[in-house]
């Protein structure tokens, strides 16, 4: 899952920002409003977490205007606003969830995939391929009978290839989605992470597309 915050409270957001990534999911942080007019691809994002209150924008102002421009990205507000009025506002101007700060993260996290399978036009909390049962909130996967480990970051690549099957996913695509703007990927990490996959779950799993990327086959 690849989560949009927008959140300007420097221990907040690096908080939100680590245990999401530990959880496997991919975080790219914004600390103000003003920086989301530079993004253009929201559509590779599973969800918005955005704070109400941002230096320089009102956080509804910023819903108000991703929903009149017609963007359908599911956005999770964050407020230290917990009057039932704020919160009705936000929801009645398209707001998916309203999350009332503080708050432990185990909810947070909770939220974050309730609405990430809500978008996925109501997919199965546990996914299923071939022998493989795939459980997105404990990052299990189980092969038949047997419980299968894999770090973070290699459940989230098999979770992506598991939700577009039958898609040509190419390598900007995959590294965008597991790494975000962090740019932090080695040039032969993707690559690593797919062995691992067919070393642990079947060598005929992913296909390699040459010169474009990977794709795992349509059940």
Known sequence: MRI??????????????TRLTRAGMTVDWLED?????????????????????LPDRDGLDILRRQRADGHGLPILILSARYEL????????????????????MEELMARC????RRRGDGRPGILH???????????????GADSVALT?????????????????????????????WSGEAESNTLEVFVSQIRRKLGADLIQTIRGVG??????
């Open 4 to 17: 949009l915050l927008v959140e300007d409270d420097p221990l907040i957001g690096d908080a939100i920002r």
């Open 33 to 53: 409003g003003a920086s989301l007019d530079g993004v253009t691809e929201l559509d590779a994002f599973d969800l918005m977490v955005l704070d109400l209150g």
């Open 85 to 104: 009025d704020s919160r009705v506002r936000g929801l009645d101007l398209g707001a998916d969830d309203y999350l009332v700060k503080p708050f432990a």
């Open 113 to 116: 995939r309730a609405l990430a």
């Open 129 to 143: 391929y071939r022998d493989l049962r795939i459980d997105p909130a404990s990052l299990a996967v189980l092969r």
């Open 152 to 180: 973070p970051k290699v459940f989230a690549l098999l979770l992506l290839f598991v939700e577009n099957q039958g898609r040509v996913l190419t390598r900007n695509t995959l590294e965008n989605h597991l790494y975000g």
């Open 214 to 219: 990977y794709m795992l086959p349509k059940e």
